[in-house]
Nanobody, 122 residues
Framework: QLQLVESGGGLVQPGGSLRLSCAAS????????IGWFRQAPGKEREGLLC????????NYADSVKGRFTISRDNANNAVYLQMNSLKPEDTATYYC???????????????WGQGTRVTVSS
């Protein structure tokens, strides 16, 4: 059973930055494609970015292009979501998940964590 844990959320002012972390226990994240998603209150879950085991990146959301980036830290067995130029509409609970394969394009995303809450407000 692959288990993922998100962290790093919080309250940030518009224009600010946050870095979210996706960590795993019991397995190596660099063997899997990892994606970041978010869900705002009353809205459907939205795919943001995915990184394959070979560091290929897929962007699912034009709304975060140029502001959010995804990266791996194999030494710490983590995948990060760096969020810059945050806007109030970025307020949501953010989740990471894995396809269970090497690729963002093969398999269905699962092993969802509990999420980490991000609030962008002045």
């Amino acid at each position: 059973q692959l288990q993922l844990v998100e962290s790093g959320g919080g309250l940030v002012q518009p224009g600010g930055s946050l870095r979210l972390s996706c960590a795993a226990s019991g397995f190596s994240l660099d063997d899997y494609a990892i994606g970041w998603f978010r869900q705002a209150p009353g809205k459907e879950r939205e795919g943001l970015l995915c990184i394959s085991s070979h560091d290929g990146r897929t962007n699912y959301a034009d709304s975060v292009k140029g502001r959010f980036t995804i990266s791996r830290d194999n030494a710490n067995n983590a995948v990060y979501l760096q969020m810059n130029s945050l806007k109030p509409e970025d307020t949501a609970t953010y989740y990471c998940a894995t396809t269970g394969t090497l690729s963002c394009r093969v398999g269905n995303f699962g092993s969802w964590g509990q999420g980490t809450r991000v609030t962008v407000s002045s």
